[in-house]
């Protein structure tokens, strides 16, 4: 989780060569030669190198001789397309002078050094690299310098996208099974790893403290940055750990109880919105869901027609033949 930014990011430019079923030209004469930019031959030696984070991973799932398979042989297809339409991206954000050199090398060294700072010490950084699936310190570098300036060009491409209100209601109506609910509650929490801590907090909420305002300051995950909400809970049908929601299902509305001990930690819960039967969330309570579900496919169509367009301008071919040993 702490090297999300430049795994999404892989895994985003990932999908788009899904999405364009990364089709191939005809294959050149030297095997080794994978793709092509411009008249820039890009070699399975170069690939490889920039992808060796990834071996242990590929051996622990397929074996050794992993290279030889033609289910990997598919998978590397998709790596050499991810690899060159990475290339090409920052290219065109260079060429085009949408990035500051400089500023996102300023905004690598930060993000790195912040990293840095979460481990103890130098050895249990280097570890976490590795498990991350980066080959060292200067791979994972290099590629969060890739992430950034593909989030900035993405970004300057994508400021100025707006979803209307007519939209929103139209998805709403268009797709109303999407919000029928079960039987459940909106439930918060705050999470602490410890017991004492947890009574504390509790402590100041029974002397009028304000859930959320605490969840912020005290809850040791993900949620405290929204006042601990773990959004609407289907009794029945949570992905919450068991003991966690047997207490949900015995709460009353507006009640807050802890400190409930899981496999994770220390719990304090509050309860609201429960409702006994099935129910559809109303559009009020969806909107800000359904723009932002708008939103990312409008992203998303212009990430598209970004990478089509990078690909044309610098004249990519992928030569499939030499990747998976299939003719066309």
């Known amino acids: 989780?702490?090297?999300?930014?430049?795994?999404?990011?892989?895994?985003?430019?990932?999908?788009?060569?899904?999405?364009?079923s990364c089709l191939g030209s005809k294959a050149s004469?030297?095997?080794?030669?994978?793709?092509?930019?411009g008249k820039e031959e890009v070699k399975r030696e170069e690939v490889d190198e920039y992808y060796a984070g990834l071996e242990n991973g590929f051996i622990a799932q397929y074996g050794e001789d992993y290279k030889e398979l033609d289910e990997f042989k598919d998978i590397y297809l998709d790596l050499v397309n991810q690899y060159v339409e990475q290339r090409v991206l920052v290219q065109y954000a260079q060429d085009e002078g949408i990035v500051d050199e400089t500023k996102i090398q300023e905004k690598v060294d930060e993000e790195f050094e912040n990293m840095k700072s979460v481990f103890g010490s130098e050895e249990e950084f280097e570890t976490a690299i590795?498990?991350?699936?980066?080959?060292?310190?200067?791979?994972?570098?290099?590629?969060?310098?890739?992430?950034?300036?593909?989030?900035?060009?993405?970004?300057?491409?994508?400021d100025n996208l707006k979803v209307s209100s007519s939209d929103i209601k139209k998805y709403y109506e268009e797709n109303s099974d999407k919000f029928l609910k079960g039987p459940g509650a909106d439930v918060y929490h705050i999470f602490l790893s410890d017991e004492a801590t947890a009574e504390e907090?509790?402590?100041?909420l029974d002397n009028g403290g304000d859930f959320g305002e605490?969840?912020?300051?005290?809850?040791?995950?993900?949620?405290?940055?929204?006042?601990?909400?773990?959004?609407?809970?289907?009794?029945?049908?949570?992905?919450?750990v068991k003991e966690f929601m047997d207490e949900v299902k015995d709460m009353e509305e507006g009640e807050?109880?802890?400190p409930v001990k899981t496999?994770?930690?220390?719990?304090?819960?509050?309860?609201?919105?429960?409702?006994?039967?099935?129910?559809?969330?109303?559009?009020?309570?969806?909107?800000?869901?359904?723009?932002?579900?708008?939103?990312?496919?409008?992203?998303?169509?212009?990430?598209?027609?970004?990478?089509?367009?990078?690909?044309?301008?610098?004249?990519?071919?992928?030569?499939?033949?030499?990747?998976?040993?299939?003719?066309?």
Request: with cysteine; charged share 30%.
């Open 256 to 258: 807050i109880r802890g």
């Open 130 to 158: 590795v498990n991350s699936r980066f080959k060292d310190e200067e791979d994972y570098k290099q590629k969060l310098k890739i992430s950034l300036i593909i989030e900035e060009l993405v970004q300057n491409e994508t």
């Open 263 to 328: 496999q994770f930690g220390y719990h304090i819960i509050k309860v609201e919105n429960i409702n006994d039967e099935e129910w559809t969330e109303d559009l009020d309570r969806v909107s800000k869901s359904i723009e932002e579900t708008l939103k990312a496919d409008k992203i998303n169509e212009v990430i598209n027609s970004l990478v089509e367009k990078s690909k044309d301008k610098y004249k990519v071919k992928i030569f499939d033949e030499n990747i998976t040993g299939k003719k066309e």
């Open 214 to 240: 605490l969840a912020k300051i005290y809850s040791q995950d993900g949620s405290a940055s929204v006042g601990g909400y773990l959004g609407y809970q289907e009794f029945d049908n949570s992905q919450l």
């Open 1 to 20: 989780m702490r090297f999300r930014k430049v795994a999404s990011m892989i895994l985003l430019v990932m999908t788009m060569c899904t999405m364009h």
């Open 201 to 204: 907090v509790l402590a100041e």
């Open 29 to 37: 004469k030297d095997p080794n030669v994978v793709a092509q930019i």
